[in-house]
Structure formats: structure tokens, C-alpha cells
């Protein structure tokens, strides 16, 4: 019996050995890696072509609860510490699609793995990488973005020396030991089942279309297939980088309402139809040519006040100054608003609309406004919106004998264009139990040193109950990551949004699937970080200091906030109980 269970036991030894040295697949070593961005599991955003001015990027594959990690990490450091400062920048990847991000957190303080270790859920970095077992090092060679080495730690520090020196080792892909990795797609011939009309088409009806459609702020319309397949390989590259669609909240914190975010398996749909060829069966129908926009038209009926804007020339080339509108209000008494709608005469130019009460004087105000473009808004637009219904009971006073003052912000496309939007106000004179109010964190006091990062944060304190609806961050071109924290009268902190890939072509407000209630005494902290170097594409000077002001090429630090003060109310009037 001793010899049997031996013997078995060798058996299984060999088997494991031989599960863990079988030769790596087929691996092209002349891919050219494509870019893509993925979040850490601090939630912070990279994006692999950011790196493009380093010497050398490495990527190390990484799997919870794999021994070959855990053993690589001394020497992995030790490689750190000798090439950081030679221009080598150092990543870790987790292709697994099972380990959550708090697992990988945990695994990382567990057994003091110091990297960032981006989160490919989709699989899709792990595919264009042919990523197949952990524990292997990577590097790659920025200028062209090839692999230049594969293999086990054990060979970094001298595939790196080869690197820097324009070199390559004679033997460039090595076997690593690690765990094999469950990559899912393997088979890419099966790419080929996806349906153009069945799954295609329902997704970009959904998320895409609302923007891409003629006359749009998309740089083209998705009118048919023949169009997206003419555009696949860009849709492609957006997809990858997180470009597309244009939601930027952390998905590790918050639900929110009006959701545009892809699920996994949506940008894997998307991404795998067009590796394979992005085609149109011929027996399949084509929805998207079938599709009819809906027309600009009010959502909720006939407004009960309609502005229309006086008209803007908008030049082909430039920067543009803010334009400033007032309107007086003609009513000889006073009115709540209960929803706002704002319908774009140009989209492609109108960058956002912004729409602030001058109150008559004399008139106590409902919040005490340190800016009439900071606190207290009446009304706000940008690409993407349409109709905002405040909450029940709840409302904006609009008293008898005002004006509305409208900031127009326009960007140019190249062509000179015009723009007369018109902005409609539902509303009633029964005065509600809650007045819906808008307020922003900011700070002024920000100056952007050339060529580096730069962080501050921004903090508003409720003295009262609140509930939140929603959350807006706002900085300019140079904005790279802002969070809202709460910090609660017992000392308890939560993560109420993260931003970590802010893009200023999107000013995009977060609305609370569910309210939130907030106690007394809580401060919101807006936590915010700048680029202002060279490799912040969007950047139109990392030569000079940036301080605050109302220009693009300026920055701001502002965290907005809708609120009312106390809880909701139900239908039958009784406050409703909120965690």
C-alpha cells in the first residue's frame, strides 16, 4: 500500500511538474503591442502608450495566490531599484477575470507587492499580449512598442542591460514556471459568430447613438454598417484606452443613473467583432439604418417659460471667450422649477450652457452663493444631457421681478458655424418642501508648475442633514483624477466617485442611482490631481505655470454637488428612511 500511494504520488508530481514547465504556446515576438488603459487596485487609470517616453516598459503578470509571484517579488524589486532611474517604468497585469479588485488589493498588502497592478477584466490586454501564464516579466520597447524580452524574473536585469544598450539576448523568450492563466478567448476563429444586427447593432444603439448621429458632437454618425465598419479599427483603439463611451466613473464606487459604461462582456462583443473583420452577414439586417433619432423636441411637453438664446457666431479656429446672456424673467410672481431642459441649436460647437439667477435685490437667496457660477446654479448643460427632472418636492425658486444670466461656452471644429439654443423651464407656484440646490467645492488658490503633477483638494462642509444626488468634477485641460470623499462626524471616510480618467471634452454630472442621505457635519472632500507635462496630450502649453481662470487653457478645481437639505419625502409626504 506504501509503494502504491508513492508511486501515485510521483505520479502526480510529475503531472504538476509538467503542467507548470509545458512549453508556451506560439507566441508572435514581432507583435507590435497596442495601446490600452486599464484601472490599479487603487483605482488608478494607465494607459500604456503614456509611457511612450520611457526606455523601457515591464510588465510582469500577476495571479493571486500563485507561489512563483510571491517568490519573484524580492528580485523583481532589486530589478526596480536598479533600472528606475534609467527610464524603465514597471507595471504588474492581472488577466485573470476572476480575482476582484479588492482580492488583489488584499493580495497585494498581504505580501507587500508594491506595483500597480492593472486589472484586465475583459482579457482583452491579455489577447493582443498573448499573455498565457503568470509570472512572466515583459519588456517592451517604447519607440516601436515590441516585445523585446519574454521570460522569468531571473533574466530581467540582463534583457534590460541588452534593451538599453539596442540589444537583444540570443535567447529573448524564455518559459516561465508561474500558473497558467484562464484566458477565455483563445480561440479567435469563434470571433466570427458574433452577429452584426443580434449583438452588435443593440449596443451602439444604446450607448453610442445618441451622439453619433448626424449633426452630432461625434465626429461621425453610425448611420449604417457600411460607416462603422469604415470607422472599426478607431472604434477599436477607443474602446481599449476607455476613450469610448464617454463614462469616466470608477465603477468600484457608486451606482449612478444614465449609465453609458460597457459591461465586460459588451466591450468584448464589440472588440472581438471587429478582430474579426467587423463584418455584416449577408443574410442579417441592419437596425442601425433602420434607426430614426429622436427629435429635438421637449421631452416633457410644452416648457411653461421658453428662452430663446440670442444667436452666436462661432469662428472656425481659436479660442473662444465665454459669451455672457441675461434675460429678464417675465413673471409678476414667483415660480419653482421642476425640471429644465436645454435644446442645443449646434451641438457640435455648444461645449456647455450654463445658467445662474440674478435675484432681485432685496430677495433672501436660498444658499449663500460665494459665486453665481459656483454655488447655487440654476441650471446646467453639457454634451450628452437632456431633460433634468428635479427630485419630488423639490424645486428652484424663480422669484417674480429676476433674470437669468447664461454662460455659453463653444469650442471650434474648423468650420465658422452659429448657435441660438433655447432653454424651457417646467415649473409651478406652489412652493415645495425642499428647494433643490447646486454647490461646489473649489479652490482658487492653484498655480501648475511646468512640466510636473500637481495635486490639491477642495473641501464644503454641511453643517445640516443633506441628501445628494448627484456629483459633477470640473477642471480644464490639464485635470487628469478627481474624488469625492466623505468624511462622517464619527471619522469614517467613503468614496463617493471616483474620476480617475478626467477628460474635460466631457462635463458630465453623476446622478445617485440612489440618494444618498448625509448627517450633519459631514465634509465633502474633492480631491483633485493636474498633468501639466508633455505627456498629457491635451495639454496646450507644459511650459508654462497655470493658475486659476475662466479660459480652458487656465485650470479650475471644482467638485459640484445637488443636494437638498433633509430627507426625501415620499408620495404620502413621510420622509423616507435612507441609510
Request: hydrophobic share 35%; with cysteine; aromatic share 12%.
Amino acid at each position: 500500500m506504501r509503494r502504491r500511494f508513492l508511486l501515485l504520488l510521483a505520479v502526480s508530481s510529475l503531472a504538476f511538474l509538467f503542467a507548470c514547465q509545458q512549453n508556451a504556446p506560439t507566441i508572435d515576438m514581432d507583435l507590435e503591442v497596442p495601446n490600452f488603459a486599464l484601472l490599479d487596485q487603487n483605482g488608478d487609470f494607465h494607459e500604456l502608450y503614456y509611457y511612450g517616453d520611457e526606455k523601457a516598459v515591464v510588465l510582469y503578470t500577476q495571479k493571486n495566490g500563485c507561489s512563483t509571484v510571491r517568490k519573484d517579488m524580492d528580485e523583481l524589486k532589486a530589478v526596480r531599484t536598479a533600472f528606475q532611474e534609467k527610464g524603465v517604468q514597471f507595471l504588474m497585469i492581472n488577466s485573470t477575470g476572476k480575482d476582484s479588485r479588492e482580492e488583489i488589493k488584499k493580495e497585494a498588502e498581504t505580501h507587500d507587492i508594491e506595483f500597480p497592478i492593472l486589472e484586465d477584466k475583459a482579457q482583452l490586454a491579455a489577447e493582443a499580449l498573448q499573455l498565457y501564464r503568470s509570472g512572466e516579466a515583459i519588456v517592451l520597447d517604447p519607440e516601436t512598442w515590441s516585445v523585446s524580452y519574454r521570460g522569468p524574473v531571473n533574466q530581467l536585469a540582463v534583457a534590460l542591460d541588452a534593451h538599453l544598450n539596442g540589444e537583444l539576448l540570443a535567447e529573448n523568450q524564455i518559459d516561465v514556471k508561474g500558473t497558467a492563466l484562464p484566458i477565455k478567448h483563445t480561440d479567435k476563429s469563434a470571433f466570427a459568430t458574433i452577429s452584426y444586427s443580434l449583438d452588435v447593432a443593440p449596443i451602439l444603439k444604446e450607448k453610442c447613438i445618441k451622439c453619433h448621429v448626424e449633426g452630432g458632437i461625434a465626429p461621425f454618425a453610425m448611420k449604417d454598417h457600411a460607416t462603422v465598419f469604415g470607422w472599426s479599427q478607431m472604434m477599436r483603439e477607443v474602446l481599449r484606452t476607455k476613450r469610448m463611451p464617454p463614462w469616466h466613473a470608477d465603477p468600484h464606487y457608486g451606482t449612478f443613473a444614465d449609465d453609458l459604461s460597457l459591461t465586460t462582456e459588451e466591450l468584448q462583443t464589440l472588440v472581438h467583432w471587429i478582430d474579426a473583420g467587423a463584418l455584416k452577414g449577408e443574410e442579417e439586417a441592419d437596425p442601425l439604418a433602420e434607426y430614426r433619432p429622436e427629435k429635438k423636441e421637449w421631452t416633457l411637453g410644452e416648457p411653461d417659460l421658453i428662452i430663446q438664446l440670442n444667436k452666436e457666431e462661432v469662428p472656425a479656429t481659436g479660442v473662444i471667450d465665454y459669451r455672457y446672456q441675461i434675460f429678464e424673467v417675465d413673471l409678476d410672481y414667483d415660480v419653482y422649477a421642476t425640471a429644465i431642459q436645454v435644446i442645443p441649436d449646434n451641438d457640435e460647437v455648444l461645449h456647455h450652457l450654463l445658467v445662474s439667477v440674478v435675484y432681485p435685490d432685496g430677495y433672501m437667496e436660498p444658499i449663500d452663493r460665494r459665486s453665481p457660477w459656483l454655488d447655487g446654479l440654476f441650471a446646467a448643460w453639457a454634451p450628452g444631457q437632456n431633460v433634468e427632472t428635479f427630485p419630488e418636492n423639490t424645486g428652484r425658486v424663480l422669484p417674480a421681478g429676476s433674470k437669468l444670466h447664461f454662460q455659453l461656452h463653444y469650442t471650434t471644429n474648423g468650420k465658422a458655424q452659429s448657435d441660438a439654443s433655447t432653454i424651457g423651464i417646467y415649473y409651478t407656484d406652489k412652493k415645495p418642501e425642499n428647494e433643490y440646490l447646486l454647490a461646489g467645492a473649489f479652490r482658487t488658490d492653484i498655480e501648475l508648475k511646468p512640466n510636473e503633477y500637481y495635486e490639491n483638494s477642495a473641501k464644503y462642509r454641511f453643517d445640516k442633514e443633506v441628501t445628494i444626488y448627484g456629483l459633477s468634477p470640473h477642471m480644464h485641460y490639464r485635470g487628469k483624477e478627481m474624488k469625492f470623499v466623505a468624511l462622517y462626524p464619527d471619522g469614517k471616510r467613503e468614496t463617493l466617485l471616483n474620476v480617475p480618467n478626467y477628460n474635460f471634452n466631457w462635463q458630465r454630472t453623476y446622478r445617485l442611482a440612489e440618494p444618498k442621505t448625509l448627517p450633519a457635519r459631514t465634509v465633502i472632500f474633492v480631491d483633485a490631481v493636474f498633468d501639466n507635462t508633455a505627456k498629457n496630450t491635451f495639454n496646450p502649453a507644459p511650459e508654462k505655470t497655470v493658475y486659476w481662470g475662466d479660459f480652458s487653457f487656465d485650470e479650475m478645481l471644482i467638485g459640484y454637488m445637488s443636494f437638498q437639505y433633509g430627507r426625501p419625502a415620499s408620495p404620502d409626504g413621510k420622509k423616507i428612511s435612507m441609510k
